[in-house]
């Protein structure tokens, strides 16, 4: 079956897949509506023209000839962004609309178009070229095309005018188009600034969605985006991935005796303590509660033990400080070295259940698979 909807869509997602950013997809789609207006428009104007030139040499020939080539070359712009589905596809295929559209646009102004109409186009100069070149060269571009309408209608004596306007017209013209550019100027600016505050709340929130507000840790969900993350690239070059599940010992005391605020201190602490003795490529996370999860790449449980009994010892040694109470906490740990056709839950259970091994040996403990 036609359908008109899914090649609508087929249509103004050509050449998106270049960039994830919503702003530049955007401007493709935008791109490629403005080519098909512009090359159906301009091409039934340009046949019409034709039509009433009866193909004898006068104006409305010379029209329809340059409106065809204008046809053509927004045409191109959509065939260039198809077949090069690239960033510098786009900026050739956009450049192209912008530099057709002002050399047809003073050509209207030239020749007055159809019973000297044609300066009446100019108004789509500013929103196309602000929205293809963006805010500076889109500036540039109003500047630059308003300068070339005034000299071709101010050059003395008019030389360079095929077609008559009044002095009132012109000026009318002149100031109209001005107050337009100005208005789309300051109009994408806003756009523009209201896009990427939208757009830097958004990472923020995506970041902060993967944080721990409590330890600044990665979360749960952070972790296992690493984790499917790692794990296949761990598949794809056969390299070893270790995790290790780590709980503070006794933790419910610390609550019951010191209180909660007291706790969550405690939790602090000793997330930034692992955080500050991971390497690079490291991660640890709070998995819930008192417990942590580390994600650790190319290395072996045997490589994975030592850097836990550094920790271990690390957090065993340290002093926590709430207020006038100074305390200190153990940690146990379960390593799990995985294997190629591990699926990630099993390994995270794998490693769970060493930690179950080790707190029945007295906490304060690691324990790897044997
Ligand atoms: N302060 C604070 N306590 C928490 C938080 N999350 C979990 N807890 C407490 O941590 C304690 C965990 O207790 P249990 O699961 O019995 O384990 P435990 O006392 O650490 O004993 P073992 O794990 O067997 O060594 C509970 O009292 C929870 O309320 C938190 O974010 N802040």
Redesign the pocket.
Known sequence: MFNVKKLIFEYLNTGTKVSNSPAVRQQIQVTNLFGFIGYTITFILGISALQRSDFSHNEDLYLGIVLLIASVLFFLSRIILKHFQSKNGYTFSANLVTYALMVLMLYLVITGGVKSTGPLWIYIVPPVVLFFGGLKRGLIHVGLFAVAVIVVMWYPNNTMLLAHYSDEFKSRLIYSFITVGMLFVFYEYSRQRSFKILQELSQRFEKQARLDP?SGLQNRRGMLEKLEYEHQRTLRHTKNMTIMMC??????????EF??????Q??KEVGQLFAKGLRKQDTVARW???EFLFLLPETTQEQAFILAEKLRIKVADSEYVFGSTRLSVTV?IGIYQMHPQDSLDHAISRADTNLYRA?THG?NCTVKTD
């Open positions: 409590l709980d503070i010992d006794n933790f419910k005391r610390v609550n019951d209180g909660h605020d007291a706790g969550d405690v939790i819930g509660g008192e146990s707190k906490r």
